[in-house]
């Protein structure tokens, strides 16, 4: 007897949540599925059901949170800055828990980079001299900057709006930090 798709879609979300929350709280390595599916309210047999092995379950979250911002960044302004266009996405995401968790304190770094990867930086719009060997550095820290600054205002529970967060980052690469300092 096959389960309702609503049923199957409501558990799978339920191990994913909790997956989050675990996520946020130690590293992948110190949780188990016994972990998820005891939280999650199921037995360990119905965790396989939905997942070989953690490591696939944190595929399947990082491959369906990229898919919705490249989703959301195809539907977007493409006049606008594509940084602020991603970072949009992300913050309007219904994959905000998800989105602490592999921006936090244990997510990975090869999220990250996949992450950058996503952004279309050859239409950043950032006149930089024609190509030479800085023009990859000064890429990488236009997008890394930007995203670093992103996950601090989501660790810090978005206590800017984001409009303000937009305007910080762009006066940031504008003028430098200077103007915010002490005279």
Not at 17 to 45: H, M, T, W
Not at 90 to 118: P, Q, T, W
């Amino acid at each position: 007897m096959r389960k309702q798709p609503e049923i199957t879609e409501k558990t799978r979300q339920r191990f994913i949540n909790v997956f989050c929350e675990l996520y946020s709280q130690k590293p992948i390595e110190k949780i188990s599925i016994q972990d998820i599916a005891n939280k999650s309210g199921y037995n360990r047999s119905t965790f396989y059901q939905y997942f070989a092995d953690i490591y696939k379950l944190l595929d399947f979250v990082e491959n369906d949170l990229l898919k919705d911002m490249k989703e959301g960044l195809a539907n977007n302004n493409a006049s606008t800055d594509p940084i602020q266009n991603a970072l949009h996405c992300l913050e309007n995401s219904e994959h905000i828990s998800v989105l602490k968790a592999l921006l936090g304190d244990y997510g990975s770094i090869h999220f990250l980079e996949r992450l950058k990867r996503e952004i279309p930086f050859d239409s950043l719009g950032l006149n930089f001299p024609e190509y030479n060997s800085l023009t990859p550095y000064l890429i990488e820290f236009y997008i890394s900057t930007s995203l670093s600054l992103f996950r601090l205002w989501i660790r810090q529970e978005k206590d800017l709006s984001s409009e303000e967060l937009f305007k910080l980052v762009d006066n940031l690469y504008k003028n430098g930090i200077t103007p915010y300092s002490k005279k």
